[in-house]
Every structure is written in structure tokens, then in C-alpha cells.
Nanobody, 123 residues
């Protein structure tokens, strides 16, 4: 599956942003859909994931209460709604698709990755 992330941009601290991840085909039923981010000079880290069925979500502790992952009715686009953004949330955000019997899945379980979209939070 091919993935295209979009929606990044410049936002002020405390602001909100919604990222989108468009898939080349329907993903639910086949893949968990995850969001990850990589800040300059840092390793890529997990943000959150929505399950194969779309019925479960799991978020990184640093993001809980500030992000929500959802999908459109056609199940081809996954969203990452972010609120109360902080300068330390500045990063390139990636969406990814993969399957794993483990929940939550590990980063290595995601085989397909989008190109990333840059989010910059100004103080």
C-alpha cells in the first residue's frame, strides 16, 4: 500500500493541526495504521496507532490527551488530530501501515511508510 501524508505546517504553541494520511487503497481490515515522528537530531518515535479494525487506538504517553487518530468512512484516509501543540512537537510526521498480532504493534511491524510531513510549532 502507498501512503501520502499531508497537512503539516507552521502553528503557534497551543495551536491545533490535523494531519492526513491517504492510502492507495482501503486499509482497514488489513493493516494497523500508525503515526510516528522524527525531530531534528533525534530518532523516530511512536505517536499513536489505530487498529486493523479501526476499533482501537493507542497513543504514546507524551501524546495522550492531545492527539486523536481517526479515519474517513471510506477507510482510505487516516487522520492525526493534534491539539495543545508545543515547540517540542516540532518534527516530521510519518504515517505507516503494517500488521501485527501484537498490540500495540512495534515500529518494526510497519512495512509501508509515507514520505512525511513537517510540523513546526513556534513558541
Amino acid at each position: 500500500v502507498q501512503l501520502q501524508a499531508s497537512g503539516g505546517g507552521l502553528v503557534q504553541s497551543g495551536g491545533s493541526l490535523r494531519l492526513s494520511c491517504a492510502a492507495s487503497r482501503r486499509v482497514f481490515g488489513d493493516f494497523n495504521m500508525g503515526w510516528f515522528r522524527q525531530a531534528p537530531g533525534k530518532e523516530r518515535e511512536f505517536v499513536g496507532v489505530i487498529s486493523v479494525s479501526g476499533g482501537s487506538t493507542y497513543y504514546a504517553d507524551s501524546m495522550k490527551g492531545r492527539v486523536t487518530i481517526s479515519s474517513d468512512n471510506a477507510k482510505t484516509t487516516v487522520y492525526l488530530q493534534m491539539a495543545s501543540l508545543k515547540p517540542e512537537d516540532t518534527a516530521v510526521y510519518y504515517c505507516a501501515a503494517g500488521w501485527s498480532a501484537q498490540w500495540p504493534p512495534r515500529m518494526d511491524d510497519f512495512a509501508s511508510w509515507g514520505q512525511g510531513t513537517l510540523v513546526t510549532v513556534s513558541s
